[in-house]
């Protein structure tokens, strides 16, 4: 969509630029008020400089024909603290604005009942923070990227903790690399429970294992809360493969950690 097409249909400037740096991809957002006008990702490279990434920012904002003077500013998550210093420059060099670095002491409006708030991972936190504000609580947040993570919040939207299990991507190279007669293999999603060969046979373990996870952790967690969730919300690059394998049903929010970020942006600068 070209920039001029995008600002006569929502009516203003792009506003936000979005940055969630995890350890396998950066996942990019630019956002007009509450609505997310494009996406991206990237790979997470720890050696690239701050140059490299500037660049290759700026070629995918061109390519949907957005000009760096429309973002107003930018907001950055990130859980590879290596990274963070070269994304944060990068996105300087593109808007003249300093990034804003979700770390603490900025203002999210979200409350946690854990024994170091400091030690959140900024996803985590990012996550949270969208679901509380959007979803019926108490709410529990399946974010299933590098690591599968599950984030419980109360009634009252307070984090109440985390559980935290190795991910998908990460089960199936384990498998392959100490396993000598399994095969690497890709993750597709969807198998069939009793896998009738090798691929499948793996596929299903890790598709409807995850899945089975989820549902058992869900309830072990309602448990120990004593209190159902209103909302099971399910986010991160490889829930989509996910969800639908779980008996219990999961709202489906894949741009939830870049919606968090965005909405506290708007807290900290005043801005929606």
């Not at 947040?141 to 993570?149: I, N, P, R, S, Y």
Request: charged share 15%; hydrophobic share 45%; net charge neutral.
């Amino acid at each position: 969509m070209r920039y001029n097409m995008v600002r006569e249909h929502y009516g203003g400037f792009l506003v936000l630029l979005t940055i969630d740096i995890g350890n396998t991809h950066i996942t990019l957002g630019v956002w007009d008020a509450g609505t997310l006008i494009f996406s991206a990702r990237l790979a997470s490279q720890r050696e690239r400089t701050r140059d490299q990434y500037a660049v290759e920012l700026a070629l995918l904002l061109q390519r949907s024909a957005i000009a760096p003077s429309a973002l107003v500013g930018t907001v950055i998550g990130s859980v590879v603290p290596e990274l963070t210093a070269a994304i944060a420059g990068a996105a300087e060099i593109l808007t003249a604005v300093p990034a804003l670095v979700l770390a603490p002491g900025v203002k999210t409006g979200l409350s946690m009942r854990v024994d170091n708030p400091a030690s959140v991972g900024a996803d985590i936190v990012a996550a949270a923070v969208a679901a509380k504000e959007q979803y019926p609580l108490p709410c529990l947040v399946a974010d299933l990227g590098t690591a599968t993570k599950l984030i419980a919040l109360d009634a009252t939207g307070t984090l109440r903790g985390v559980s935290i299990a190795p991910g998908v991507g990460i089960s199936l190279a384990a498998l392959s690399d100490k396993a000598s007669q399994l095969p690497s293999i890709s993750f597709s999603g969807g198998a069939r429970v009793v896998g009738t060969n090798t691929l499948e046979a793996m596929t299903s373990g890790v598709v409807y294992g995850t899945a089975s996870m989820l549902d058992g952790m869900t309830a072990r967690m309602e448990a120990e809360l004593q209190a159902p969730f209103a909302t099971l919300v399910g986010t991160g690059g490889l829930s989509g493969g996910i969800l639908p394998h779980c008996l219990r049903t999961f709202v489906h929010a894949p741009d939830l950690v870049s919606d968090g970020l965005r909405r506290i942006y708007g807290k900290t600068e005043g801005r929606k």
